[in-house]
Structure formats: structure tokens, C-alpha cells
């Protein structure tokens, strides 16, 4: 695996906006908007001598947020891949745009013709990044079906749903936008993009179990900016250095010899002295208490129908109650666990 770093960059600022990044592969997003991308389209080749000359190592490409179906979408995609190409870059990433129930498949038609003609113009990889929103023009399952090459964005997707594609499009992800939505103790509610700490180790351990070997890119909110390149050398010097220096295969125990090794520290265990019991237990309580406290916390997801339907979770503010649901006619509900939020959630909703 390789690791980058996404980084915003303007047309007008670049030299500001990639200051200390020599030597850190990044995903270099150009301007979101697409009249400030076209406004400034003239200053790409500026943007190239700086980056070829500062020695910044751009594995991907961020296009600005035009739409996929555009009439006009050569005439902002072309510049956008041929830049990428010049700056060496492998991937260009496209977000599919939102649309009208009523329109939708007509413009997907649209979408995919502009996809395949950029595509045979293009020595990039052009990539579709994944929406849960069902009225995307082109949503991660359509991407499947129309085997297009896939980014996976760990924010934009519920938990179950991003392991549901790694398991069934692995070798259709073309990158992944690495980053956690969970609850924000500083917002007070669930946050999209936040540093990488529980979840998104396990989508790559899931991505390296199938010999996964694609740009990872750490995409975090602008508070959080802080944490992105030491996170980035955390997580290179835990999965690609184990994907560069595999460890010689190792034949797994029989079972025989597990259920040997079980019966032995049974065994062991069940002779200790008390006292050394209560300092085992006491042991294990110190270890895992955390470790309930964070799943707790940040790991626990509401229902997707939940967030459809416009409800937001919060710390609850009433005595004896640790959360609460806010829904959009203002009215809340205060709980205590998981199973309790999700009865109240059903008796609501349906």
C-alpha cells in the first residue's frame, strides 16, 4: 500500500497551499468549484513547474465538482487529466453529482458516455469516488455494475456497506479516501472525515487480507489537518512496510495442536494462587475498559434509515441519560444504549 495525504489546492495560492510537502505523496485536489477551476484553468501550467520542481509527489488527482453528465464535461475534464498526467499522477478522482429522481437515468447515460470517452482519451485512471445518497448519478453499486474503477470513501459509506464492497469489488478499487464517521466530542454530534482510530484500521487489514495493494489517501477535517502526516507515517510503517518485507510463510497449527495449547493454559490458569487471579482479572479490567469505553463512543453507527430520515445524535444533556436523538421537528429522546436508541428509533420511524 502507499499513503498520501489530500491537500486543497487554489489556482491563485498554490505556492502557499504546498508549502512543506516536499516529499510527501499527496492527492492534489484542485478547486472545488468549477468556476473557480475554469477561472484559473490558464495558471495549470504554473501549477506543473511548481510541483515538478519542488519535488511534491502527487499520486492522484481530485477534479473540481462539475458534473459527470455536463454537456460541457470535456471541456473541464480534458485539462484536469491532462494536468494530472504531466504532475505523474496514476489516478484522477470524479465525485458523481446529485440529480433528480425523474432525471436520473437519462443523465447516467450521459455520465458513463463522458466516463468512456475520457477514459480512451486518457493514459490516467479515471475513477468514481462512492456516495451512499441514492439519488447520485452513478452510486458504488452502479460503479460495480458498470465495472468502473472505484474510490472508496470510508466517510461516505455506513460501516457494514464499506466492507460489503471491499469483499465484492476489491479489484475495482482504485484508491481509498481513509478517514471515520463517528461521534465528535469537540461538535458534540457525528462528524464525517475524522482521524483514523478505529474502523479504518480494520478496511485495511480487509484490503490487505485480499492482497489490496492501491493509494490509501487520509482525507480529515480542516481541524484535524495536524494529524494527517504523522497518521500517514504511522499507518506506511504499519501495512506497506508489511506488504514490502512479507514475512516468510509460516504452516498454521493443526487442530490438534490448538486444542492442545487451549487445554494447557486452561490448565495453567485454573492453578494460579487466588491472589494472582485477582491481579489477572484486574489486569484485564484496566486493558479492556478503554476499549468498551472507545467502541462505545466512536465506533457505534445510528441505522442508515436514521440519518435518510434527518436525525443526528448528541450527548445527552439530562441527567441519567448518556444520548440523546434530535430529530428535525425538534423533538428529542434521551437513552442510554445502543439497543435502547434503536427501540425508541423504530417506534418513531417504522
Known sequence: MKFSIRRDVSLTSYARDLSGLEGIPIELALPYKLEDFLAGMDRLDDLTAFVLSHNIIVNSVHAPQGRLSDEAFMS?????????????????????ESTAKTERINLQV?????????????????????FGNAKRVLTPEETIKFKLPMILDTSHLFVPRIFEIIQTYHS??????????????????????????????EVLEALRARGWDGNVTLEYLPQYHDRLIPDRAVLEELFAAQLDNPSPPVSPPSLEDILAAKKAERERLRKLPFEEKIVLVEKMRT?????????????WTMPEKAFLAGVSRHRSEKKGFKWCYLFPNGRKVHFNTKEEGDALLQAELG
Not at 287 to 299: G, Q, T
Open 287 to 299: 486493558y479492556l475498559e478503554p476499549l468498551f469505553a472507545r467502541h462505545d463512543k466512536d465506533s
Open 76 to 96: 473541464w475534464a480534458r485539462p484536469t487529466v491532462q494536468f494530472a498526467e504531466r504532475v505523474g499522477a496514476a489516478v484522477v478522482v470524479f465525485h458523481p
Open 110 to 130: 450521459i455520465a458513463l458516455a463522458n466516463l468512456k470517452r475520457l477514459k480512451r482519451e486518457a493514459s490516467v485512471t479515471v475513477a468514481v469516488e462512492t
Open 172 to 201: 475495482g478499487i482504485v484508491g481509498v479516501h481513509l478517514s471515520e464517521m463517528r461521534y465528535d466530542d469537540a461538535a458534540g454530534h457525528d462528524l464525517p472525515h475524522l482521524p483514523v482510530a478505529s474502523y479504518g484500521i
